[in-house]
Protein backbone atom coordinates (compact mmCIF):
# COMPACT_ATOMS: atom_id res chain seq x y z
CA UNK A 1 0.00 0.00 0.00
CA UNK A 2 2.73 2.12 0.93
CA UNK A 3 4.42 2.17 -2.41
CA UNK A 4 1.44 2.53 -4.50
CA UNK A 5 1.15 5.77 -2.76
CA UNK A 6 4.64 6.89 -3.12
CA UNK A 7 4.21 6.08 -6.97
CA UNK A 8 1.10 8.19 -7.18
CA UNK A 9 2.77 11.22 -5.74
CA UNK A 10 6.21 10.36 -8.35
CA UNK A 11 3.13 10.13 -11.14
CA UNK A 12 1.50 13.49 -10.08
CA UNK A 13 5.17 15.60 -9.61
CA UNK A 14 5.49 14.37 -13.44
CA UNK A 15 2.37 15.20 -14.78
CA UNK A 16 2.36 19.01 -12.44
CA UNK A 17 5.91 19.34 -13.78
CA UNK A 18 4.78 18.76 -17.31
CA UNK A 19 2.02 20.54 -17.27
CA UNK A 20 3.61 23.62 -16.18
CA UNK A 21 6.41 23.51 -18.39
CA UNK A 22 4.36 23.77 -21.81
CA UNK A 23 2.69 26.34 -20.35
CA UNK A 24 2.91 29.06 -23.01
CA UNK A 25 5.80 31.58 -22.57
CA UNK A 26 4.35 35.40 -23.38
CA UNK A 27 5.49 36.33 -26.96
CA UNK A 28 7.79 39.05 -27.67
CA UNK A 29 6.52 42.46 -28.30
CA UNK A 30 6.73 43.20 -32.15
CA UNK A 31 9.10 45.82 -32.99
CA UNK A 32 7.75 49.30 -33.79
CA UNK A 33 8.29 50.97 -36.93
CA UNK A 34 10.53 54.34 -35.90
CA UNK A 35 14.03 53.09 -36.65
CA UNK A 36 16.68 53.30 -33.65
CA UNK A 37 18.70 56.49 -33.54
CA UNK A 38 21.98 55.95 -34.02
CA UNK A 39 24.34 57.02 -31.55
CA UNK A 40 26.25 59.68 -31.36
CA UNK A 41 30.34 58.28 -31.85
CA UNK A 42 32.68 58.76 -29.13
CA UNK A 43 35.34 61.18 -29.78
CA UNK A 44 38.84 60.39 -30.21
CA UNK A 45 40.62 60.02 -27.13
CA UNK A 46 43.94 62.55 -27.09
CA UNK A 47 47.04 62.03 -25.69
CA UNK A 48 49.55 64.58 -24.91
CA UNK A 49 53.06 64.72 -25.40
CA UNK A 50 54.83 67.88 -24.04
CA UNK A 51 58.73 68.37 -24.40
CA UNK A 52 61.18 71.51 -23.69
CA UNK A 53 64.48 72.72 -21.32
CA UNK A 54 63.76 75.11 -18.66
CA UNK A 55 67.10 77.49 -17.56
CA UNK A 56 67.44 80.17 -15.59
CA UNK A 57 70.34 83.23 -16.66
CA UNK A 58 71.79 80.55 -18.70
CA UNK A 59 71.53 77.31 -15.88
CA UNK A 60 69.47 74.18 -16.18
CA UNK A 61 66.81 73.60 -13.43
CA UNK A 62 67.63 70.57 -12.57
CA UNK A 63 64.83 67.85 -10.77
CA UNK A 64 61.93 70.74 -10.34
CA UNK A 65 58.69 69.65 -10.69
CA UNK A 66 57.27 70.41 -14.14
CA UNK A 67 53.13 69.90 -14.14
CA UNK A 68 50.34 69.65 -17.20
CA UNK A 69 47.27 70.22 -16.59
CA UNK A 70 44.11 70.30 -18.47
CA UNK A 71 42.51 73.64 -16.80
CA UNK A 72 38.40 74.84 -18.41
CA UNK A 73 35.80 77.13 -17.46
CA UNK A 74 33.56 75.76 -15.18
CA UNK A 75 35.57 72.43 -15.01
CA UNK A 76 38.29 71.10 -12.13
CA UNK A 77 41.84 71.66 -13.19
CA UNK A 78 43.01 67.88 -14.24
CA UNK A 79 46.15 67.17 -14.35
CA UNK A 80 47.29 65.21 -17.22
CA UNK A 81 51.32 64.83 -16.49
CA UNK A 82 53.59 65.40 -13.53
CA UNK A 83 57.57 64.75 -14.03
CA UNK A 84 61.19 66.23 -12.48
CA UNK A 85 62.99 68.07 -15.24
CA UNK A 86 66.54 65.88 -15.58
CA UNK A 87 70.08 67.12 -14.73
CA UNK A 88 70.10 69.10 -17.92
CA UNK A 89 66.52 70.94 -17.37
CA UNK A 90 64.71 68.88 -20.05
CA UNK A 91 61.63 67.32 -19.72
CA UNK A 92 59.14 65.08 -21.15
CA UNK A 93 55.06 64.90 -20.53
CA UNK A 94 52.97 62.63 -21.50
CA UNK A 95 49.08 61.86 -20.80
CA UNK A 96 45.58 61.42 -21.68
CA UNK A 97 43.09 64.44 -22.26
CA UNK A 98 39.87 63.49 -19.57
CA UNK A 99 37.19 65.52 -21.38
CA UNK A 100 38.64 65.07 -25.10
CA UNK A 101 37.01 67.62 -27.65
CA UNK A 102 37.98 70.90 -26.35
CA UNK A 103 40.74 71.07 -23.67
CA UNK A 104 43.00 74.37 -22.50
CA UNK A 105 46.52 72.69 -21.50
CA UNK A 106 48.61 74.87 -18.99
CA UNK A 107 52.31 74.44 -18.37
CA UNK A 108 53.00 75.33 -14.56
CA UNK A 109 56.21 74.71 -12.40
CA UNK A 110 58.03 76.16 -9.63
CA UNK A 111 61.51 77.23 -9.04
CA UNK A 112 64.09 79.05 -7.77
CA UNK A 113 67.27 80.23 -9.43
CA UNK A 114 69.95 79.74 -6.92
CA UNK A 115 69.49 78.51 -2.94
CA UNK A 116 68.93 81.82 -1.31
CA UNK A 117 66.52 82.92 -4.17
CA UNK A 118 62.64 83.24 -2.83
CA UNK A 119 60.28 80.41 -4.89
CA UNK A 120 58.53 81.57 -7.79
CA UNK A 121 55.61 79.87 -10.07
CA UNK A 122 56.18 79.99 -13.87
CA UNK A 123 52.92 79.62 -16.02
CA UNK A 124 52.14 79.14 -19.70
CA UNK A 125 48.51 78.91 -20.84
CA UNK A 126 47.36 78.19 -24.13
CA UNK A 127 46.82 81.92 -24.96
CA UNK A 128 50.07 82.84 -24.41
CA UNK A 129 51.94 83.70 -27.18
CA UNK A 130 54.92 81.89 -25.61
CA UNK A 131 53.10 78.50 -26.09
CA UNK A 132 53.44 76.56 -28.70
CA UNK A 133 51.17 75.49 -31.59
CA UNK A 134 50.20 71.86 -31.47
CA UNK A 135 51.55 69.18 -33.67
CA UNK A 136 48.94 66.83 -34.53
CA UNK A 137 49.26 63.27 -35.15
CA UNK A 138 45.60 61.66 -36.25
CA UNK A 139 45.31 57.74 -36.33
CA UNK A 140 42.27 55.44 -36.44
CA UNK A 141 41.45 55.06 -32.82
CA UNK A 142 43.59 58.23 -31.08
CA UNK A 143 44.80 61.93 -31.83
CA UNK A 144 48.30 62.77 -30.46
CA UNK A 145 48.77 66.23 -29.79
CA UNK A 146 52.73 67.56 -29.25
CA UNK A 147 54.13 70.85 -27.84
CA UNK A 148 57.34 71.20 -28.09
CA UNK A 149 58.71 73.85 -25.57
CA UNK A 150 61.95 74.58 -27.20
CA UNK A 151 63.71 76.47 -24.47
CA UNK A 152 61.56 78.23 -21.26
CA UNK A 153 64.34 80.98 -19.99
CA UNK A 154 63.14 82.42 -16.71
CA UNK A 155 64.88 84.71 -14.25
CA UNK A 156 65.14 85.81 -10.87
CA UNK A 157 63.26 89.40 -11.72
CA UNK A 158 60.04 87.66 -12.80
CA UNK A 159 58.51 90.86 -14.25
CA UNK A 160 56.07 92.17 -11.22
CA UNK A 161 54.19 88.87 -11.42
CA UNK A 162 54.18 88.49 -15.34
CA UNK A 163 53.85 84.83 -15.60
CA UNK A 164 52.18 84.36 -12.29
CA UNK A 165 49.39 82.04 -12.26
Excluded: W
Excluded at 48 to 73: E, H, P, W
Excluded at 130 to 151: A, L
Aim: hydrophobic content about 30%; proline content about 10%; glycine content about 4%.
Amino acid sequence: MNFKIIILLLFLCTLSTLVFSLKKKPSKPKPSSKPKPTPKPKPLPIIISAYGQITCMGKNLKYITVKLFDVRNGKKPYVIGRKKTRYTGGFFLKGKVKYPPNYEPKLKFTYKCHKKAPKKTYCLKKNDPKFPKVDEIKRTNETIHIYFFNDIKVDDNFNKGKNKC
